[in-house]
């Protein structure tokens, strides 16, 4: 697990959601201690926490871990016109087309 990812990714993906840390740790359900011990002091987080942390911030607990670059994949046709967004283990439909994930 890389340690800096973690941090900077779980904050990142807060601030760009407009969260305040008291409002994640709710939607959590963690303290705001906790909180800190995980971001900020490297302990590890309860996969049931990374879990919550990843649907609360609608990414993948990889992006949160640092493993993974894009918290979004968003998948176009041949003119560059958007067809699909795929979040979080989530897929959004656009037009007629279909994104399956095997």
């Known amino acids: 697990m890389r340690e800096g990812g973690r941090k900077t990714n779980i904050e990142k993906r807060r601030k760009e959601l407009g969260l305040s840390q008291s409002a994640l740790c709710e939607r959590v359900g963690i303290c705001r201690t906790s909180y800190h011990l995980?971001?900020?002091?490297?302990k590890p987080i309860p996969s049931d926490k990374l879990i919550r942390l990843a649907e609360a911030l609608d990414c993948s607990t990889d992006y949160l871990l640092g493993i993974a670059k894009y918290t979004h994949i968003t998948v176009a046709d041949n003119m560059g016109v958007p067809v699909a967004?795929?979040?979080?283990?989530?897929?959004?439909?656009h037009s007629n087309y279909k994104v399956l994930l095997a």
């Open 38 to 42: 995980y971001v900020f002091k490297g």
């Open 85 to 93: 967004v795929i979040s979080n283990s989530k897929i959004v439909e």
